[in-house]
């Protein structure tokens, strides 16, 4: 499937119900790209530097958190697939524990509140709680995310008939 | 200064006082820098494409908030000189409105909580909110974070004296 973004496979509002999961594929944390990407955003002794890393209070070379974040990101527009795309508004983070080189990341997302909007008929706030592991099952970042998620446009809803049929 | 981090200009936990406040220098917004992040982290639409864009919720192209997140960490490494770095626990982070192509964004800390930690004696966790600002004085970025701050080192700590001078 090419086209991650057809409404054939986007969930609307409609389609989304409380405790529904999604499970993402795997982001590797590839040493090189993660010094890069710390040395740009994030340039500390502890994302960059083996030694430094050693006597910090990570005990050793740790992702930045934006970047266990981004991938995080990565992972959840691919296994999330909302109408529309994924449009968030904030929400809660936590790094419980640093992502290391080499590790293997995977999401698990659940649904867990859904809130019509009352200004705006057409869309709505779902409440989203991604945790990403590492390959040991380890959490490494809770994500709750308020993402905005829109109802199914009435037009394209075949089902729809007016009471006499037509 | 090359060493950012050396203890001459780091701050510890002993240095801090709430509504203390902190300015970061400026971070400049490259569509193409934007749209190579989106393409790695946060494909979709509306942050790689000008038309789809001004079709979606954002009416125009639009950084991923792990972008301006990204950014925003640059921008406070750079400002807030707490000793042995910082390593941030997580927080709450909130996206009022996108970050565009060729914005200049800069952050506004201010320390809002200090908690001594009661299981480590020589660390505590500091809560800071950072608002992350476009050129406009708009905010497109809230975030509350907490970070770990350690106590100053007894040893390297000159002004201590015994009461006999010693």
Redesign the interface.
């Known amino acids: 499937m090419n086209q991650k ?1 057809e409404a054939t496979d986007a969930l609307y509002l409609d389609d989304l119900r409380i405790g529904q999961r999604f499970t993402s594929g795997t982001y590797h944390m590839d040493e090189d790209r993660m010094k890069a ?1 710390a040395a ?7 994302h960059l530097d083996e030694v430094a890393a050693q006597r ?3 005990r050793g070379l740790a992702a ?3 970047h266990t ?3 995080t ?2 992972l959840m ?1 691919e296994s999330l697939p909302f109408a ?12 419980p524990r640093p992502t290391r080189p080499g590790d293997t990341l995977r999401v698990e997302s659940e649904i867990i509140e859904i809130v019509p909007s009352r200004s705006k008929p057409n869309q709505g706030i779902v409440i989203v709680r991604s945790t990403t592991f590492n390959q040991h099952g380890e959490d490494v970042q ?1 994500f709750t995310a308020k993402i ?1 998620v829109f109802k199914r446009p009435v037009e394209t809803n075949s089902l729809t008939m007016k009471p006499d049929g037509s």
């Open positions: 973004f990407f740009e955003f994030d340039p500390q002794p502890f910090s209070i990570f930045s958190g934006w974040a981004a991938a990101m990565r527009v529309g795309g994924m449009a968030g508004l904030g929400g809660e983070i936590a790094w809770k905005i």
